[in-house]
């Protein structure tokens, strides 16, 4: 698919900050006064921000309030629930830490599940799309997890982030692997793509189109064997592998984390193109682009 700027920014920047909001709703860490006005602010921003974002690649967005209204089928709908019902939850506690009223924070434990609802509903836009094998499969929701995940512990300066990164490396090396096999397993060709395989082999001997049209810029794009491959390794080693060096070495520094936080945030850009530039649709078959 073509990799839109302001999805790959609403998938990466919601995902870290609903990472660092669901952190601190468990309290690791608690932070108190201005630290936690940051903290806090800094999670906030991300998550709206990213919401925002999605809102660019809408042909409507001032339709956008009507995805509240299909939770029951929908799972950018239950998205768009959970994560207001999260950002609701969290305020009292990000009060307490910020002024310390010594609140309850149990809202900040709710909160911190909402946070995994959202991002795993926010994979499940994608995961369950079986015209996108590649998409269709357990790896989706995984590496969005680990991702929130790993990303919240360095925005919050937590020590986890460190068992994270391996688990993100593992996760995103299984999804790249694994899906290069996917649109195969999936057995489709341009003959059951148009169900003429019924009655012999099917080519194409002319494109239905003269010209390009939505669906051929949308929903096939071609990424060269040797750019991928690049782009893997730079994923990988910036999200899950760099990032640990500047922790190790100066675990109790907060400059440290926010290096950390930088060099994974470009990683997961780079994995987060990849995710929808390799992505094979099979309306390609059609136009015997695959």
Same mark, same amino acid.
Not at 28 to 44: D, I, Q, S
Not at 152 to 165: D, I, K, R
Not at 249 to 262: K, N
């Given at each position: 698919?073509?990799?839109?700027?302001?999805?790959?920014?609403?998938?990466?920047?919601?995902?870290?900050?609903?990472?660092?909001?669901?952190?601190?709703?468990?309290?690791?860490?608690?932070?108190?006064?201005?630290?936690?006005?940051?903290?806090?602010?800094?999670? %906030?921003?991300?998550?709206?921000?990213?919401?925002?974002?999605?809102?660019?690649?809408?042909?409507?967005?001032?339709?956008?309030?009507?995805?509240?209204?299909?939770?029951?089928?929908?799972?950018?709908? +239950?998205?768009?629930?959970?994560?207001?019902?999260? &950002?609701?939850?969290?305020?009292?506690?990000? &009060?307490?830490?910020?002024?310390?009223?010594?609140?309850? +924070?149990?809202?900040?434990?709710?909160?911190?599940?909402?946070?995994?609802?959202?991002?795993?509903?926010?994979?499940?836009? %994608?995961?369950? &799309?079986?015209?996108?094998?590649?998409?269709?499969?357990?790896?989706?929701?995984?590496?969005?997890?680990?991702?929130?995940?790993?990303?919240?512990?360095?925005?919050?300066?937590?020590?986890?982030?460190?068992?994270?990164?391996?688990?993100?490396?593992?996760?995103?090396?299984?999804?790249?692997?694994?899906?290069?096999?996917?649109?195969?397993?999936?057995?489709?060709?341009?003959?059951?793509?148009?169900?003429?395989? +019924?009655?012999?082999?099917?080519?194409?001997?002319? &494109?239905?189109?003269?010209?390009?049209? %939505?669906?051929?810029?949308?929903?096939?794009?071609?990424?060269? +064997?040797?750019?991928?491959?690049?782009?893997?390794?730079?994923?990988?080693?910036?999200?899950?592998?760099?990032?640990t060096l500047p922790v190790i070495t100066f675990p109790s520094q907060p400059m440290a984390f926010a290096v950390a936080a930088l060099i994974h945030l470009t990683g997961a850009l780079a994995a987060r193109w990849l995710f929808f530039a390799e992505a094979e649709h099979v309306v390609g078959l059609y136009y015997g682009k695959r």
């Amino acid at each position: 698919m073509q990799p839109a700027p302001s999805v790959i920014l609403f998938t990466v920047l919601s995902g870290m900050g609903f990472g660092c909001l669901a952190f601190l709703g468990l309290g690791l860490p608690a932070p108190a006064g201005w630290t936690a006005f940051f903290h806090w602010g800094l999670g %906030y921003g991300l998550a709206i921000g990213g919401l925002a974002a999605s809102t660019f690649h809408l042909g409507n967005p001032q339709r956008a309030l009507r995805a509240f209204s299909q939770w029951r089928t929908s799972w950018l709908s +239950r998205e768009a629930w959970t994560s207001v019902a999260a &950002l609701v939850l969290f305020s009292p506690v990000a &009060l307490s830490d910020w002024l310390g009223l010594g609140w309850s +924070r149990a809202p900040g434990l709710i909160g911190a599940l909402l946070c995994l609802a959202t991002v795993g509903t926010t994979s499940m836009i %994608y995961g369950q &799309l079986k015209t996108i094998p590649r998409w269709n499969h357990w790896t989706t929701p995984a590496v969005f997890l680990a991702f929130m995940a790993t990303g919240g512990a360095f925005l919050t300066g937590n020590l986890m982030s460190l068992p994270f990164c391996g688990v993100l490396a593992v996760t995103l090396v299984a999804a790249f692997h694994l899906g290069d096999g996917r649109f195969a397993a999936a057995a489709q060709t341009i003959g059951t793509a148009t169900g003429l395989d +019924r009655i012999g082999e099917t080519t194409v001997f002319e &494109l239905p189109h003269t010209g390009q049209n %939505y669906l051929m810029r949308e929903m096939i794009h071609v990424v060269a +064997r040797k750019h991928t491959a690049k782009l893997r390794i730079i994923a990988v080693v910036c999200a899950a592998i760099l990032p640990t060096l500047p922790v190790i070495t100066f675990p109790s520094q907060p400059m440290a984390f926010a290096v950390a936080a930088l060099i994974h945030l470009t990683g997961a850009l780079a994995a987060r193109w990849l995710f929808f530039a390799e992505a094979e649709h099979v309306v390609g078959l059609y136009y015997g682009k695959r």
